[in-house]
């Protein structure tokens, strides 16, 4: 650890220290249990948001449009729990209104090639403003959804946390040790290499995986006639670099 790490570390540490001192009931109501309770319990949704949003930086998408993902996603878990009073199938729902967001992201994106700041900023005022409009002609309230199923505030017995939980540690190693996680990277940092050893030589691969580079392995692919085989030095040096990696 850098020594200008240590020294930032070091001065959060005594600005906390300080103010628990100066201010004994604001340590006794953050050191609560409860409070811990509803820290955690907040910090889920935003936590596999993150995680995903990690998942598709690293595949070379930038991703702004994680707060569309969230509030969409609360609505379609929200609407389907209270319509089949399942609070799993609105988990269901809520993932796949997620992916929804996602598909439509990627397809402007990558597809149509629109600029991918200006998507991620319109999908999220989209959803800003949609997800109103429909609690509204739903529910006839524009702020929040009726009562629904839930999982309630308990966190041991939350199945959401337990998934956060597996996925904060599952997902790094994935990207790491895994050959999805390499291909994934590649798709980011080196598409090219995944054409050269014939991984995917079309666009829709890296539709799936987010890659914002979609059209340049399409167009290596036709320059070079790259293969499995590898045949020209380009592609040779591609596939080096892949399987370096």
Known sequence: MSRDRIFGLGAAVAVVALTFALEPKLARGVLSLAFVQATLVTAVPYVLAALGGAITERAGVIDLALEAKLLFGAFAAAAVAYATDSAYLGVAGGALAGMAIAALQLGCALRLGADQVIVGVALNLLALGGTRFLLQALFGEG??????????????????????VLASIGVPIAVAR????????????????????????RPRPRFAAGSPAARSPARAARSCRCRSTASSPTCRRAAATSCSR
């Open 143 to 164: 702020a929040n959804s009726p009562p629904c199923p839930g999982f309630g505030d308990a966190i041991l017995a939350n199945p959401i946390v337990w998934i956060a």
């Open 178 to 201: 895994t050959r999805w996680g390499l291909r994934l990277r590649a798709a980011g940092d080196r598409p090219d290499a995944l054409v050269a050893v014939g991984v995917a030589r």
